[in-house]
């Protein structure tokens, strides 16, 4: 199973909009509704944001939103604060397994 | 409040054998869907997801390294054991485990993991 693809970074100003791809295949992104995303600061744990694709569990920022268009699935992160500098990773179901994707680096300039 | 806890040997050598230990709280791993993930991140590298197993005994394995893995658990002592054989330095990352709950297709929360370095 190959690791779906990001970014490797992504950078915005704060206050900005950005956006992170995870693009995968028919068997993966493309074929549930189940994509998530995990966002990691370093030497930390990843920490869940995103699950089914857009909702956010309890307790994390309405900045933060997800959304699926055929084989690739996008994060949103909207109103950037430099708190939100981290990795981010998304994850997806696929037959029995998961698969992770490549990583992104997003920086707060 | 849902823990996780890793624990296992900081170094192992070459073709040795490691065995990683999962303790969970807050949660029963006899509880219907209940389930635990074990994922890896090489240092400086992205996430693996290695394998599951859920209460009713179900478990499901990394394709790439099905053979080499073995998952359980032991609910009386709310442990998961994975064990990986064959070890190389290739395999050297932070391993983490991470609760999972039948059909719902995410990780949350996270164990704080623990670094394993593979070397002689």
């Known amino acids: 199973q190959s690791a779906l693809t990001q970014p490797a970074s992504v950078s915005g100003s704060p206050g900005q909009s950005i956006t992170i791809s995870c693009t995968g295949t028919s068997s993966d992104v493309g074929g549930y509704n189940y994509v998530s995303w995990y966002q990691q600061h370093p030497g930390k744990a990843p920490k869940l944001m995103i699950y089914?694709?857009?909702n956010r569990p309890s307790g994390v920022s309405n900045r933060f939103s997800g959304s699926k268009s055929g084989n690739t699935a996008s994060l949103t992160i909207s109103g950037l604060q430099a708190e939100d500098e981290a990795d981010y990773y998304c994850?997806?179901?696929?037959?029995?397994?998961?698969?992770f994707g490549t990583g992104t680096k997003v920086t707060v300039l | 409040q849902v823990t996780l806890k890793e624990s296992g040997p900081v170094l192992v050598k070459p073709t040795e054998t490691l065995t990683l230990t999962c303790t969970v709280s807050?949660?029963?791993?006899?509880?219907?869907?209940?389930?635990v993930s074990w994922i890896r991140q090489p240092p400086g590298k992205a996430l693996e997801w290695l394998a599951h197993i859920f209460s009713n005994d179900e478990k499901s394995y990394s394709t790439s390294l099905k053979s080499r893995l073995t998952i359980s658990k032991d609910t009386s002592k709310s442990q998961v054991v994975l064990t990986m054989t064959n070890m190389d330095p290739v395999d050297t990352a932070t391993y983490y485990c991470a609760r999972i709950v039948t059909f719902r297709n995410w990780f949350d929360p996270w164990g704080q993991g623990t670094l394993v370095t593979v070397s002689s």
């Open positions: 089914d694709v857009s």
């Open positions: 994850s997806s179901y696929t037959s029995s397994s998961y698969v």
């Open positions: 807050g949660f029963s791993l006899s509880n219907a869907r209940m389930g």
